[in-house]
């Protein structure tokens, strides 16, 4: 490699071992690296959108647009949203695709202001995300939170899934770069498609991913 890229041991080294950190060969000092056979992955510290992450990986993202509507929010919808009594907020239920497959059924509630945008557009078009970054929509961090439900009859139909089978569930909360509550969504994955590693490293602090066979 030294030869190849004109390079010192010293860089080479480094390089491979950040590769190794990541995941993405084996091997260590005196064995040879090997290319470690990974899916994948979706890091959770940068909020990338479905659509975006799904064409990084070289996939078709896809998806059908159920419901949308401006409604009062559950009591907990609206207590995640830092939401007073007698506040509206637009709501959509999406089923998103990986190359034409049922893969993730999303309950997004977006904040009334920002929610109202998506009224007037074609949400089956492409990524709401890259929509709202385009119209300056300060959509800064994401707490997410990760656990096992089974699926109800509209997830089972729309996922194509039996009745009661375990999805895997992630609730998102977006805020602003002020810490404003902007998006609570409720997304539900079938388990064969998508499941979430975390890893870690003595040189670095645990970093979490969503991943697909």
């Not at 004109?6 to 950190?21: F, I, Y």
């Not at 896809?62 to 401006?70: K, M, S």
């Not at 990760?146 to 569930?169: H, I, S, W, Y």
């Amino acid at each position: 490699m030294c030869r190849e890229f004109t390079s010192s041991r010293g860089p080479v080294r480094q390089a491979l071992a950040g590769l190794r950190d990541d995941g993405l060969i084996g091997g260590g000092q005196g064995r040879r690296a090997v290319v470690l056979d990974a899916v994948p992955a979706q890091p959770f510290d940068t909020l990338l959108s479905f659509s975006h992450w799904a064409e990084l990986m070289g996939r078709t993202p896809g998806q059908r647009t159920q419901q949308i509507a401006l409604r009062r929010p559950e009591p907990a919808v609206a207590a995640a949203l830092q939401l007073g009594p007698g506040a509206r907020v637009v709501q959509l239920v999406r089923l998103r695709l990986l190359d034409g497959e049922p893969a993730m059924l999303e309950r997004t509630t977006f904040v009334e202001p920002l929610g109202r945008t998506l009224l007037s557009v074609d949400l089956d078009a492409g990524s709401i995300y890259a929509l709202l970054t385009a119209c300056g929509v300060d959509l800064h961090a994401a707490r997410h939170t990760f656990d096992a439900v089974a699926a109800e009859r509209q997830d089972a139909a729309l996922l194509e899934v039996a009745e009661g089978a375990p999805l895997l569930r992630e609730r998102r909360l977006t805020t602003s770069s002020t810490g404003e509550p902007l998006e609570w969504s409720d997304d539900r994955y079938r388990p064969d498609i998508a499941t979430v590693t975390i890893s870690n490293t003595r040189r670095s602090r645990p970093g979490m991913a969503r991943t697909w066979p």
